[in-house]
């Protein structure tokens, strides 16, 4: 577990954070995270930003493979924030296996899964006589995520930083595309720091 020091922004791994985070490297971590683990954007508002980069430098040091680097970042929070509740152990593995059930008999991604409560997904398919995909399960996840969007559409604090934008009519839309994130993500780096960037997913 990392201790977070307020006045120096210093971790116990030795590394020094500045103050001001980059925003769009955090969102490119969140983006990772909510379609590659069993965690979506909303849980990872409460994940402080400066953890978010600690856990994300350590892994991009331990590993170059992307979905290693994501599993590690996802271990991370799940020790330093239990209040969240993630899957991890035996629940992690098990729920794998559900998602891949469910997007083979829906059209469900696993991206569009984390859009509901992964734990609650996990408790409404154990609880089945049968441990399958039935319309039942279907309409609770259906119902779940229209619940996430709503509260997404109504929070104050949005899910990722760099994805509203206010247009010159003081519309919100979305930013740029993330090919271009991850373009500008690649200037952050030092040249060692980008061999280890992978380019994003559709």
């Known amino acids: 577990m990392y201790d977070y020091d307020n006045k120096q922004d210093t971790l116990s791994t030795s590394i020094t954070f500045q103050r001001q985070s980059n925003s769009k490297q955090v969102d490119y971590i969140k983006d990772k995270l909510a379609g590659y683990e069993p965690i979506n954007l909303e849980q990872l508002l409460d994940v402080d930003d400066q953890h978010l980069l600690a856990y994300w430098y350590k892994a991009t040091a331990e590993s170059d493979k992307l979905e290693e680097q994501l599993a590690t970042v996802y271990q991370e929070i799940s020790i330093d924030y239990p209040d969240l509740k993630l899957l991890t152990d035996k629940e992690y593995k098990q729920y794998q296996s559900i998602a891949k059930e469910i997007e083979e008999n829906s059209d469900y991604s696993f991206s569009d899964l984390n859009t509901a ?22 309409a609770k996840i259906e119902k779940a995520r229209e619940q996430y969007f709503e509260r997404k559409d ?49």
């Open 117 to 138: 409560l992964l734990r609650d997904i996990y408790r409404w398919y154990t609880e089945t006589d049968k441990k399958e995909v039935t319309k039942e399960l279907l």
């Open 154 to 202: 109504n929070s104050k604090q949005a899910y990722l930083e760099e994805s509203k934008k206010k247009n010159e009519n003081g519309e919100t839309k979305k930013s740029t595309n993330e090919d271009k994130l991850n373009e500008e993500l690649e200037k952050t780096y030092s040249r060692e720091d980008q061999k280890r960037v992978f380019r994003g997913h559709p």
